[in-house]
Nanobody, 120 residues
Framework: QVQLVESGGGLVQAGGSLRLSCAASGSIFSINDMGWYRQAPGKQRELVAR???????NFADSVKGRFTISRDNAKNTVYLQMNSLKPEDTAVYYC??????????????WGQGTQVTVSS
């Protein structure tokens, strides 16, 4: 079993910054892609950013140039640096990881979510 624990959400004014962290623990042989998704009230969950084990990244158009994603493979941790935040970034942010266990089976895991609120 694998757990993803997120931290770093909170309330910030428009134009401010926040850094989210997500640490994976448990029966981990390796982690492939890791990413961040978000879900605003009344909306579907959407991709924010993803990063491969080799460091390739992709971003939603709405956050390009404002958000960066990075990972520390030694710590099984992924980060989301969010700058120039806008009220429309308000959502619950979820961490996601594609994990290979010691039996070489791969599963997708989700964190519990962390609230990000941007005030205008």
């Amino acid at each position: 079993q694998v757990q993803l624990v997120e931290s770093g959400g909170g309330l910030v004014q428009a134009g401010g910054s926040l850094r989210l962290s997500c640490a994976a623990s448990g029966s981990i042989f390796s982690i492939n892609d890791m990413g961040w998704y978000r879900q605003a009230p009344g909306k579907q969950r959407e991709l924010v950013a993803r990063i491969t084990s080799g460091g390739r990244t992709n971003f939603a158009d709405s956050v390009k140039g404002r958000f960066t994603i990075s990972r520390d493979n030694a710590k099984n941790t992924v980060y989301l640096q969010m700058n120039s935040l806008k009220p429309e970034d308000t959502a619950v942010y979820y961490c996601n990881a594609n994990v290979q266990d010691w039996g070489r089976s791969s599963y997708v895991y989700w964190g519990q979510g962390t609230q990000v609120t941007v005030s205008s």
